[in-house]
């Protein structure tokens, strides 16, 4: 785990086109979307982990949830090829931010869709990598060979669950909790087989995006609304604090979906 994340003000943020079943249309508060942002980027903080910004261009209204820029390893960054024409214009964007900053970019043929971070998790050299849904099976070997990571490849089964990171969190080295309906049953064995201590969320949590948490040495911000996977990592002694992240899930999106470590 890196000690550092990009975030994105939402000025911009808005639900003006509908690319997953979240997206109902439904008006966004800018003024809370701010707000509630801002509560996760003082929780970061809080930590002791530095937040880098990167500003949001006004045509596109998702290039807050930073998580989909690209997948991250030392210096090297894959950038997603997104599925939807409407974020596809994101990628140049987060392209020029790296190479700014001084990151080896690499960059997948046109063709091949692969959505960063919001489908791989990296855990020391492996990388658990949801597809199916955004990102192709393709897309992640391809971005697990560039980064020198073995890959634990997970089909996903449900819409509502597209990304990986709506469904899957990993908690540390031996432990993570998982909704079990998004995934097929091959890609539970092989989460099994690979994390010793698997948390299972009940369909009401999952819903709440508890999946989507940030999680930083054994401390956790939750999207609110999660109720008894809140009590189960009680009990195991991590420190959980909820933040309302009301109008980025009218989006299908939370505060891992905003948050991508660098």
Known sequence: MT?????????????????????????????????QWFKLKYGIEAWGVEVKL????????????????????????????????????????????????????????????????????????????????RSDLGGIRRAAKILGLELIPLKLNHPNFYHLDTCFCLLGQQSAMYYPGAFSPSAIKKLKKHIPELIPL??????????NSVVHDGRILMP??????????????????????SEFLKSGGSLQCMTLWI
Request: glycine share 8%.
């Open 3 to 35: 000690n550092t994340v990009l975030l994105c003000p939402p000025i911009f943020f808005d639900v003006t086109y509908s690319i997953n079943p979240w997206m109902q249309g439904d008006k966004v508060d800018k003024a809370i979307a701010m707000d």
């Open 54 to 133: 990167i500003g949001q261009e006004p045509r596109l209204p998702d290039m807050v949830f930073t998580a989909n820029a690209g997948t991250v390893r030392g210096n090297k960054v894959v950038l997603s090829n997104f599925k939807h024409p409407e974020r596809q214009l994101e990628t140049d964007v987060y392209e020029r931010w790296f190479k700014a900053a001084g990151y080896e970019t690499h960059r997948l043929p046109r063709k091949i869709n692969f959505e960063g971070c919001g489908d791989t998790v990296i855990m020391g050299d492996k990388m658990f990598a949801g597809y199916g849904w």
């Open 202 to 211: 009940d369909v009401h949590d999952a819903t709440m995006f508890a999946c």
């Open 224 to 245: 609110a609304g999660a109720q008894k996977i809140v009590e189960e990592l009680d009990i195991r002694g991590y420190e959980v604090t909820q933040i309302n992240t």
